[in-house]
Each structure stands twice: as structure tokens, then as C-alpha cells.
């Protein structure tokens, strides 16, 4: 057993760059290559997959990424751990057995089911499931790598588990070594998304270097859970301790980060520079996970359709007022949302900054009203305000799909590791369980700073990372040391949060000091409505909704600046 396990991450959804494992194979030693190809959204769609073909439902791509990339892996050592199963393991463990026979390979294949509750629906009272999958912890994983795979594919398991499996099984952890699987845990969440824990999607991109194509993530773990962040030496994007408190505030809730295995907590995380781009995580500590396992359940709830208005010039609200009474009087006003977005600005000297978007939905249970006004709305073309057009022309009505999460006893769940030679090993449930007591309340590590302040966007001093959990916003905010941090705890309460983000004055939002990190972490309930492919939301995953809050004034004292 070596006394390092190093594991990349070559995916952090279903679409990521193709080329990735390819460049982490290629691109410098690794143990383990993971990929993470699922989300809610992910499920909902590879659900609909399955409803054309009950051969498919899982990640397609990755058999294209095998394809060119199997005889390597296998060449180098490296064991190959995804996800990419969605909601049919079974068959993408066979597909992969069909490809390494064309390519004349003999990797040994294995695969984690028990996720898919969809036949159990009615015993659990999940009434209209498409999909219903709960989130299973590592130890399949485990025993699969244990029992000598080259590949394990899986279907729901949480995003850390690719991290945590091969781990356990590496460093021979037990169910309760806590804190080493907690630290393994965190180093999952840190490379579970790619890029975006080497400079993607980070706040303070100005100050990075080279971002044509950051590097993929590499957690290098060590027997005790802790681990050091990196990638492979010459590649994009940085690796700092600032690029890894932002996936690591990225959707999250409290400090108690809940999973199957076990319970991690946030607020115990220490990160310190170990090198250039390269950054260690120690101290984190472990509690015993919850007696319930999260069930990612999509339904479907009718059909929806969209368009956008053009308006360009003079009289735009009046131009609004009458699209809107156009569409209504054809097609009805229930279920149709409009939002009226003011891109123009007067006397322009380009057409398009003179004009507005006017973003109009609709949602019904009838799917031939969502055709209707498709339509409608290509009937107007002559019949309007002047200037009319459409930015596309609407197409017919797609199903909707609705995301909430339900729970479900942990003992209830049929884990089962299918390994390489067929046998089907049952995974036990935790015996030991815990919920989480602790909350961290914001105590003044240094003085608040005073003295004369300046008006400017709070992101000149604080990074954000947002995103979204089903209905739910979730948004980070981070500093860059503890004077900055008395400041913005005193500063970002709940109430001002709603003042600068009056979309969130009505919600119901949680708050979450993480002083260690120097952040703080808020869930705003309901931003979204009923998740992501429900909501009419201009941004429906709260993907930018970081970079709106640090885009708002605020007054910041200078000596921080």
C-alpha cells in the first residue's frame, strides 16, 4: 500500500470537456480517475432517455471517453470510477464489456446498484416518480476496488463517494473511522465539479493567469483522510487556497455536511499553501452519518414553452403591455409568467442596445395550449407593435419536470456491489447514527473594523460562489482574512442579504458563519420555485446569483482596502 492515493477527476456533470480523461491519464501519475456525471437535472433527463429506451439512462459520453481511453488506463494502472450508470448501471457495465471485446481488452468491470427506489415508489409513498434514486455511500464502491475492478460504475451515489471508496478501500478505513472519511469527503466535494477547484467559475478570474482550459483536480490523500489539492504541472487555471474555499462553499447548507457514510464538518477545515498549486486540507472531523438516506425524486407536472420579445426603441412598456394582451387573449393568462428585462439604453448608437427583452412562459397541464402559443406567438409577427420580432421562434411545448428531495431509512435500502465476476455482494447499512447538534454562532475573532469607508461593489473584497439544490439558492461568500471577516459577518446579516438581493425580501434564508474558512454560507428557500427545470427564473440555477450580490455597493471600511 503506498502512503499517497492520488485521484483525479475528469467530469463534474454530463457534457463536461470530452477531452478530459484523455488529458488526466496522459497528463501525469494517478491511482484513480473518477468522474462525476450526474445532478438533479441529469436524473430528470436521462429518466426521459429511459422512457424512449429502457436500454439507456446512463451517460453515453463516457462509453465514447472509454472508447479512446480504456487500453490506457489500463496500460498505467489506473482504476476508473464514475458514476456515469445514472439510472442503469447494469447496462453500462455490459455496454462497457461489449467495448473492451471490440477493442480486444480485458479490464475487469464491476458496478454499484440499489439506488433506483422507482418499483419501491408506492411502498414509500412517492406518488407520480419518474425517478426516484437515493444517494448511497462508498462502501460498494469499496468492496467492488477490493475485489480487484479496473472499472466500477455506479448510479446515484453521492459525489464525494467516487473519492471516498477508493480511499477506504486503499487505506483499508473502517465504517468508523470518522474523520478520515470525513477529510475524504471534503477532498470530494473539492474535485467533484473539475475545473471549478482550478480557477472555473472563480470570482477573482482577473488574477489568474492562463484560463483557456484549466487543469482537472487532483486530491492527493493520505492515510489520515487529509489530503492536498493540485493537478497535473503544466495545465490551465491555478490551485489555491481561494479557488478551494470556493467549491468548497459551493451548495452546501450548514457546517454539518450530511452524508450516507458520514457526517463532515466544514467548520473544522484548515487549509494551508503547500507549494505552488498546491493546497492541503487537515484537521477536518467526522461525526456518524444520519439514520435516513436523501432520495433525489423527479416527477413530471405538465409542459412548458418560452419565448423572447424584441423591443426595440421608443414606448418599450407599452410595446410589453401589448404582446402580453396579444398572447393572454389567445392562449389565457394562468400559468404564463413574463419578465420584462431592460437592456436598452436611450439614444443608442447600435440597435441591440436599443432594444429590451420581454421572456415569456407558460406552464399547463394541457400540452396542446403549450402549442397554442408557440402559435400564437408566430401569428403576431404582422399583427403587433411595430419592430416586432422574436430572438427564435418558439418551439412545441417539452414535459416539465419537478425535483424534491424525500428521505428514507437507511436499512431500507438494498446496496449491492456487482463484482467482476458476477457476484452480488450486499453492502450493510450503518449501524451507528447521529444527527448533528452543533451550530456555529458568529463570534468577533478581530475588531470589526471602522473608520472612514468607501461606496463600491462588495466583490472588490468578497468572492461568492452560488448554485442551486433543488428549489433552493444556495450562496457563499468568502474574505481573504479575519479583519475582513469580523467585517463581513457584522455587515452581511439576513436582513441586509434581503436589501441587496430584493428578489430574496420575502424568502425564507438561512445563515451559516464558517469562520475557519472565512465565509459565510446562506440557503435562500424557494428562489427557484420548484427547481431547475420548473423554474422561469432568468438564471434557474442561481449560477450567477454570487455574482449579482458582489456586483451591489455597499460601504466598506478603507482600511480594508
Same mark, same amino acid.
Given at each position: 500500500?503506498?502512503?499517497?492515493?492520488?485521484?483525479?477527476?475528469?467530469?463534474?456533470?454530463?457534457?463536461?470537456?470530452?477531452?478530459?480523461?484523455?488529458?488526466?491519464?496522459?497528463?501525469?501519475?494517478?491511482?484513480?480517475? &473518477?468522474?462525476?456525471?450526474?445532478?438533479?437535472?441529469?436524473?430528470?433527463?436521462?429518466?426521459?432517455?429511459?422512457?424512449?429506451?429502457? !436500454?439507456?439512462?446512463?451517460?453515453?459520453?463516457?462509453?465514447?471517453?472509454?472508447?479512446?481511453?480504456?487500453?490506457?488506463? %489500463?496500460?498505467?494502472?489506473?482504476?476508473?470510477?464514475?458514476?456515469?450508470?445514472?439510472?442503469?448501471?447494469?447496462?453500462?457495465?455490459?455496454?462497457?464489456?461489449?467495448?473492451?471485446?471490440?477493442?480486444?481488452?480485458?479490464?475487469?468491470?464491476?458496478?454499484?446498484?440499489?439506488?433506483?427506489?422507482?418499483?419501491?415508489?408506492?411502498?414509500?409513498?412517492?406518488?407520480?416518480?419518474?425517478?426516484?434514486?437515493?444517494?448511497?455511500?462508498?462502501?460498494?464502491? $469499496?468492496?467492488?476496488?477490493?475485489?480487484? $475492478?479496473?472499472?466500477?460504475?455506479?448510479?446515484?451515489?453521492?459525489?464525494?463517494?467516487?473519492?471516498?471508496?477508493?480511499?477506504?478501500?486503499?487505506?483499508?478505513?473502517?465504517?468508523?473511522?470518522?474523520?478520515?472519511?470525513?477529510?475524504?469527503?471534503?477532498?470530494?466535494?473539492?474535485?467533484?465539479?473539475?475545473?471549478?477547484?482550478?480557477?472555473?467559475?472563480?470570482?477573482?478570474?482577473?488574477? %489568474?493567469?492562463?484560463?483557456?482550459?484549466?487543469?482537472?483536480?487532483?486530491?492527493?490523500?493520505?492515510?489520515?483522510?487529509?489530503?492536498?489539492?493540485?493537478?497535473?504541472?503544466?495545465?490551465?487555471?491555478?490551485?489555491?487556497?481561494?479557488?478551494?474555499?470556493?467549491?468548497?462553499?459551493?451548495?452546501?447548507?450548514?457546517?454539518?455536511?450530511?452524508?450516507?457514510?458520514?457526517?463532515?464538518?466544514?467548520?473544522?477545515?484548515?487549509?494551508?499553501?503547500?507549494?505552488?498549486?498546491?493546497?492541503?486540507?487537515?484537521?477536518?472531523?467526522?461525526?456518524?452519518?444520519?439514520?435516513?438516506?436523501?432520495?433525489?425524486? !423527479?416527477?413530471?407536472?405538465?409542459?412548458? !414553452?418560452?419565448?423572447?420579445?424584441?423591443?426595440?426603441? %421608443?414606448?418599450?412598456?407599452?410595446?410589453?403591455?401589448?404582446?402580453?394582451?396579444?398572447?393572454?387573449?389567445?392562449?389565457?393568462?394562468?400559468?404564463?409568467?413574463? &419578465?420584462?428585462?431592460?437592456?436598452?439604453?436611450?439614444?443608442?448608437?447600435?440597435?441591440?442596445?436599443?432594444?429590451?427583452?420581454?421572456?415569456?412562459?407558460?406552464?399547463?397541464?394541457?400540452?396542446?395550449?403549450?402549442?397554442?402559443?408557440?402559435?400564437?406567438?408566430?401569428?403576431?409577427?404582422?399583427?403587433?407593435?411595430?419592430?416586432?420580432?422574436?430572438?427564435?421562434?418558439?418551439?412545441?411545448?417539452?414535459?416539465?419536470?419537478?425535483?424534491?428531495?424525500?428521505?428514507?431509512?437507511?436499512?431500507?435500502?438494498?446496496?449491492?456491489?456487482?463484482?467482476?465476476?458476477?457476484?452480488?455482494?450486499?453492502?450493510?447499512?450503518?449501524?451507528?447514527?447521529?444527527?448533528?447538534t452543533w451550530a456555529i454562532e458568529w463570534a468577533a475573532g478581530a475588531e470589526v473594523p471602522g473608520g472612514p469607508t468607501r461606496?463600491?461593489?462588495?466583490?472588490?473584497?468578497?468572492?461568492?460562489?452560488?448554485?442551486?439544490?433543488?428549489?433552493?439558492? !444556495?450562496?457563499?461568500?468568502?474574505?481573504?482574512?479575519?479583519?475582513?471577516?469580523?467585517?463581513?459577518?457584522?455587515?452581511?446579516?439576513?436582513?441586509?442579504?434581503?436589501? %441587496?438581493?430584493?428578489?430574496?425580501?420575502?424568502?425564507?434564508?438561512?445563515?451559516?458563519?464558517?469562520?475557519?474558512?472565512?465565509?459565510?454560507?446562506?440557503?435562500?428557500?424557494?428562489?427557484?420555485?420548484?427547481?431547475?427545470?420548473?423554474?422561469?427564473?432568468?438564471?434557474?440555477?442561481?449560477?450567477?446569483?454570487?455574482?449579482?450580490?458582489?456586483?451591489?455597493?455597499?460601504?466598506?471600511?478603507?482600511?480594508?482596502?
Amino acid at each position: 500500500m503506498t502512503s499517497v492515493l492520488r485521484i483525479g477527476n475528469a467530469s463534474g456533470f454530463y457534457g463536461d470537456r470530452l477531452a478530459a480523461v484523455s488529458e488526466m491519464l496522459t497528463g501525469g501519475p494517478l491511482d484513480v480517475l &473518477t468522474g462525476d456525471y450526474l445532478a438533479e437535472l441529469t436524473m430528470l433527463i436521462l429518466g426521459r432517455d429511459r422512457m424512449k429506451d429502457p !436500454n439507456r439512462g446512463y451517460a453515453r459520453t463516457f462509453l465514447r471517453q472509454m472508447e479512446g481511453n480504456l487500453g490506457l488506463a %489500463l496500460d498505467r494502472g489506473v482504476k476508473i470510477v464514475a458514476n456515469a450508470g445514472g439510472l442503469n448501471p447494469a447496462g453500462l457495465a455490459a455496454a462497457l464489456g461489449e467495448l473492451a471485446d471490440r477493442l480486444g481488452l480485458h479490464p475487469a468491470i464491476a458496478h454499484v446498484e440499489g439506488d433506483d427506489l422507482s418499483t419501491r415508489a408506492a411502498e414509500f409513498g412517492f406518488t407520480g416518480a419518474l425517478t426516484a434514486n437515493a444517494y448511497l455511500g462508498a462502501w460498494g464502491i $469499496a468492496e467492488c476496488l477490493t475485489a480487484g $475492478a479496473d472499472i466500477v460504475v455506479t448510479g446515484r451515489v453521492t459525489d464525494a463517494a467516487l473519492v471516498v471508496g477508493p480511499a477506504a478501500a486503499h487505506f483499508g478505513w473502517a465504517r468508523d473511522d470518522y474523520d478520515a472519511l470525513a477529510g475524504a469527503v471534503v477532498a470530494g466535494h473539492v474535485i467533484e465539479c473539475g475545473a471549478q477547484a482550478t480557477g472555473g467559475n472563480y470570482a477573482f478570474f482577473t488574477e %489568474l493567469a492562463d484560463l483557456a482550459a484549466p487543469g482537472f483536480p487532483i486530491a492527493e490523500l493520505h492515510a489520515d483522510g487529509s489530503s492536498v489539492i493540485t493537478k497535473h504541472p503544466g495545465t490551465g487555471g491555478a490551485v489555491t487556497r481561494e479557488t478551494v474555499t470556493a467549491q468548497l462553499l459551493y451548495e452546501i447548507g450548514g457546517p454539518a455536511y450530511l452524508g450516507p457514510d458520514v457526517t463532515a464538518r466544514f467548520d473544522t477545515i484548515t487549509l494551508s499553501d503547500d507549494g505552488p498549486d498546491r493546497v492541503r486540507i487537515s484537521g477536518v472531523r467526522g461525526a456518524p452519518p444520519p439514520a435516513t438516506l436523501k432520495v433525489c425524486l !423527479n416527477t413530471l407536472d405538465g409542459f412548458r !414553452n418560452s419565448t423572447t420579445f424584441v423591443l426595440c426603441g %421608443l414606448d418599450i412598456e407599452r410595446k410589453a403591455a401589448l404582446a402580453r394582451h396579444q398572447v393572454e387573449r389567445a392562449v389565457g393568462a394562468e400559468g404564463v409568467t413574463w &419578465t420584462l428585462a431592460r437592456t436598452d439604453h436611450p439614444d443608442a448608437d447600435t440597435e441591440e442596445t436599443a432594444s429590451a427583452l420581454l421572456h415569456a412562459t407558460i406552464k399547463t397541464p394541457d400540452a396542446q395550449r403549450a402549442k397554442a402559443f408557440s402559435r400564437t406567438c408566430v401569428e403576431l409577427a404582422l399583427a403587433s407593435y411595430p419592430g416586432f420580432t422574436l430572438t427564435a421562434p418558439p418551439a412545441d411545448g417539452t414535459p416539465v419536470g419537478v425535483y424534491r428531495p424525500e428521505f428514507v431509512p437507511q436499512a431500507a435500502v438494498e446496496h449491492v456491489a456487482v463484482l467482476p465476476g458476477g457476484e452480488r455482494r450486499p453492502v450493510a447499512a450503518p449501524t451507528e447514527f447521529a444527527e448533528p447538534t452543533w451550530a456555529i454562532e458568529w463570534a468577533a475573532g478581530a475588531e470589526v473594523p471602522g473608520g472612514p469607508t468607501r461606496r463600491m461593489p462588495l466583490g472588490a473584497v468578497a468572492g461568492a460562489r452560488s448554485g442551486d439544490k433543488g428549489g433552493d439558492a !444556495n450562496l457563499g461568500v468568502w474574505v481573504r482574512d479575519e479583519a475582513a471577516y469580523a467585517w463581513l459577518a457584522h455587515e452581511l446579516t439576513i436582513e441586509r442579504l434581503r436589501q %441587496l438581493l430584493p428578489e430574496a425580501k420575502d424568502l425564507e434564508i438561512e445563515r451559516h458563519p464558517l469562520p475557519n474558512l472565512c465565509a459565510l454560507n446562506f440557503v435562500l428557500h424557494g428562489l427557484l420555485g420548484q427547481g431547475v427545470a420548473a423554474s422561469t427564473r432568468f438564471d434557474p440555477q442561481a449560477k450567477a446569483l454570487g455574482e449579482w450580490l458582489r456586483s451591489r455597493t455597499v460601504e466598506v471600511p478603507e482600511v480594508l482596502l
